[in-house]
């Protein structure tokens, strides 16, 4: 294992090799080098050295220093293994949700997915043909009646024993073996079932899964797309391409035969110098390793559902030797091997695929030149904003056309006329047709907590029924921990992905640029900097939030302050109080209205209209 550092200490590169004094000599001497590797030895001032006992130590040494150090001239992908997961918890009425983070042996974990999107397609699947439960447990247990996802058959309320865990635990198989990609099986099932109702008479039972059947068959139909390549099991489809002089890598995952869609990686700090970019062999090894290896053969247990037993590569890979380049359909002896210990069994590699596999390849390859032309596009503006804060985040987007975030805000004055204000950024522009005020009602005045805890359950609590393109990818909160942890409390509730919401701490002295974002999943807090393209955008989000609160707070104060001081004078009740207002538009034009003006209102004699006018003066 060798690094190469420049003057200030800096790593510019990692690798290893079996003969070290020959790799390591080879860029010193007088052999024509590419552009790209002589640039670097331009700044080499040492190196240093590690002796491992196994090429494969040195593979997982190296894969650990690239993702630690990223180091400039290596080939390095964002290290995000926050894939999005279907979930079914252990408990005795198992619980589904989208998951992100590691997979452990307690819960049934199915994916990944390559976005939120796809999960949350999978998720609407299962609770309308299935109608298994989202809601968190503090919840279950403590519920008395049916919630809404009962009414609009959603859930079958095992909370309330609509149904036993034996039952329940029937409706957990077929959305297992659904998942599994098994539905012809879970048809059959259900048809059986159906005629074992109906023959012992149990018709309202029959009616039930004569339309799980329905809406399970329009399921399949709807994705005849995804279902075509029966018995095709996990397959796992990489392609790369460059244009430009930019490089994409394109992951296209494919579960129980179903395509689940594709996700772009784009690796960091990697723009051709003098026209010169590596091989696409060698930049799709350096994704494999960084993608698939955890760091350690222990983690085998739980990396299962990450690798597939198949990957299908656009290019055969490459592995260096000290004589030159051999290319070769597998890849180096010592990745494959380590592949084959994190998963657990043996992994295949394709170059050159068949039949469905084929065409999933020329897809994936289609959509890596589709991603880097839309890069290349957005590149000025509002969307280099967007794309940073989506890059960021580590949002999965086909397009910055698909991002969508929604903010809130709550304003009021010493617990005066609390309003809440909710602002739609979406296809690339504040939404202002989109915006909502809500008037916040029955909490502590001043109470912000219990204020953004309403708003969002009356924002989100029908959102099973919002279309994709109306469900945001990011949730902003203008506020810090504890409105975080209200905005999680409200969307665990509801089985929604706790992963959307970005709280907006304010830093001192409330200037823009020393914000920090709060996550409410396992993420770490993030301090971005005042030349963060990504906070610009948020800043803009959080201050337009704050600027249609107040103008609806001020509006609704004055209105409340308009009636209570014409109520307070005698003689005036709800009739006159509202004939004045009509005629005059409201208080300040009552206010600047003469005695005889104010007279000549129906129902105001002149001794109340001097009255008023006294009042008011």
Known sequence: MYRFFDAAGQVLYVGKARNLKKRVSSYFQRTV???????????????????????????????????????????????????????????????????????????????????????????????????????????????????????????????????????????????????????????????????????????????????????????????????????????????????????????????????????????????????????????????????????????????TNLIPPVLVLNHPLQTATDDGVTVVETPPQDLHDLLNAQAGRKITFLHQPQGQRRHWLAMAEGNAKIAIAKRLVETGGQLLRARSLAD????????????????FDISHTSGEATQASCVVYAKNDMQSSEYRRFNIKDITPGDDYAAMRQVLHRRYANFQELPVEKMPQVILVDGGKGQVEMARQVLSEFGMDVGLIVGVAKGEGRKVGLETLIFADERKPLELGIDSAALLLVAQIRDEAHRFAITGMRAKRAKVRTISRLEEIEGIGAKRRQKLLARFGGLRGVANASIEELAGVEGISTALAEQIYGQLH
């Open 33 to 303: 080098l590419s552009p790209r590797i002589a640039l670097m030895v331009g700044k080499i001032a040492r190196y240093e050295t590690t002796v491992t006992r196994t090429e494969t130590e040195a593979l997982i040494l190296e894969n650990n220093l690239i993702k630690e150090l990223a180091p400039p001239f290596n080939i390095l992908f964002r290290d995000d293994k926050s894939y999005p997961y279907v979930m079914l918890t252990g408990h005795e009425f198992p619980r589904l949700a989208s998951y992100r983070g590691k997979v452990d042996k307690r819960n049934h974990y199915f994916g990944p997915f390559p976005n939120s999107w796809a999960v949350r397609n999978s998720v609407q699947i299962l609770q309308k043909v299935f109608r298994l439960r989202t809601c968190e447990d503090s919840v279950f247990k403590n519920r008395s009646r049916p919630c809404l996802l009962h009414q609009i058959h959603r859930c079958s309320a095992p909370c309330v024993g609509r149904l036993s865990s034996q039952q329940y635990g029937l409706d957990v198989a077929q959305a297992t073996r659904f998942l599994e990609g098994d539905h012809s099986r879970v048809l059959s099932e259900l048809e059986k079932e159906m005629h074992a109702h109906s023959e012992a008479m149990e018709f309202e039972m029959a009616a039930v899964l004569r339309d799980r059947i329905a809406d399970l068959s329009g399921v399949l139909q709807q994705q005849s797309m995804d279902t075509v390549a029966d018995g095709e099991g996990d397959v796992d489809v990489i392609a790369v391409a460059q244009m430009e002089g930019l490089v994409c890598v394109n992951l296209a995952m494919i579960r129980g035969g179903r395509h689940l869609g594709d996700r772009a990686y784009f690796p960091k700090g990697l723009r051709s110098v003098a026209g010169e970019l590596p091989p696409p062999a060698e930049i799709l090894q350096a994704f494999i390793a960084q993608h698939y290896l955890e760091g350690k053969v222990s983690d085998a247990d739980f990396s």
């Open 392 to 407: 960021i985040l580590g949002l999965e987007l086909e397009s910055l056309d698909q991002l969508r975030i929604e903010c």
